[in-house]
């Protein structure tokens, strides 16, 4: 495969990733291009790039970054060689992967081919099946009636999950535990899914309790080689979102883990992916694991792998989309085998969120704005500096902190630390809330599953 040099990158994303990625290309020697909507004029985004250029003039906030002409078109006006999407928005969009390769562009990412299947959900649950990996009992295609459901319920019993096909974010999944309850529940997951992701179709797996969520970082070059970066554990979550993170896992036997991970790099190899993807399981009580979905994209929780393997994954994915191999002294991944983990790494999400209020994301002016920082401690912030305008119309995530520590105790007060040293006023934060998550005593034991969150009213005090 021939090398192709990026030198001049586009992020068609805004917020911390944004800012990521800028840094990651910059570091290589990389011009690096912003886009930005109408509302996010004074976005911090766009002035962490070399050059920012308007995207969807006269749409509104989020069609802005989903206008893939427009997109497309700054690109050429620019001369980009590459395109990274992010995650969110047009990440795990195909038609927009392959508007990229019809314009010569290099799009950042798996192919459109493999985004299109893993976007399907039910499409993936089958990809993992022909590969031998275990799923969750789920229905072979999306439901087509409620009488589809009753037949499924009866077959595997309750409760069950009523999952969107293209669902993502946590978003429109119901969990039904009787007859009288589905009609209307999938009557709801569907039009939750229609106005969510514009399919409304939904498919169903046997519900879980208690599972944990652990997922597996993969990297695969475009010459065929692909490693795992071993696993997160992000079974700390909010309606089936995740809010802190944790890598590795504290609650994994060394079998299982190897287990686990060698199932998510078999399924990944077995549909020649490239690039960074990641690879879903739930693990139950009794130490089986299901698989439930590939992001075939960057995630929010990469950091955490970051600290612990001390490889790059953007750079890296830069790397590869150039035609790097991962044994390249530019990338430097080493076999497999030699592969390593060391010490521990934490996440928080600090989103502008009330607590006290449901978590009702809250808007307005950053009165103050004072972070945390110092040994072991990395940070990924958005729009967040003091005079900062929070604004309604995009997810409210503010910054990531990212802890390490050559123990988990060692990477927990340092998280500790750290939120109580960030300051924000003028707009409400979840800081305090994380506070009582990582000082939890079941979460410094690991011993927490996905219910963590919902079963301890102690954590909203
Ligand atoms: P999304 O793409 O919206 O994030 P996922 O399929 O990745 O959806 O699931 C997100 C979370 O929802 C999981 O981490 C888990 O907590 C919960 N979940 C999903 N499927 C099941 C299931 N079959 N049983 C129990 N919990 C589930």
Redesign the pocket.
Known sequence: MERRKIRRLLVANRGEIAIRIFRAATELGIRTIAIYSEQDNFSLHRFKADESYLVGAGKGPIEAYLDIESIIEVAKRNQVDAIHPGYGFLAENAEFAKRCEEEGIIFIGPSPDLIHKFGD?VEARNMAVNAGIPV?PGTEEPIESVEDAIQFAKEFGYPI?I?GVS?????G?RIVRSEDELQEAIERAQSEARSAFGNAKVYL????EK?K?IEVQIIGDQHGNIVHLYERD?SI?RR?QKVVEVAPSLSLSKDLREEICAAALKLMKSVGYTNAGTV?F?VTPDQKFYF??VNPRIQVEHTITELITGIDIVQTQIRIAEGYALNDPEIAIPAQENIQTTGYAIQCRVTTEDPENGFMPDTGRLLAYRSGGGFGVRLDAGNAYTGATITPYYDSLLVKISTYGVTFEQAAQKMLRTLREFRIRGVKTNLLFLENVVTHPDFLSGNYD?SFIDTKPELFK
């Not at 669902?167 to 978003?171: H, L, M, P, S």
């Not at 797996?205 to 879980?208: G, I, K, S, T």
């Open positions: 959900k969750i999950i999952k669902g993502g974010g946590g978003r999944m797996e046997r519900y879980l599972p969520h992000c979550q089936h879903e739930l439930i979905e996905t």
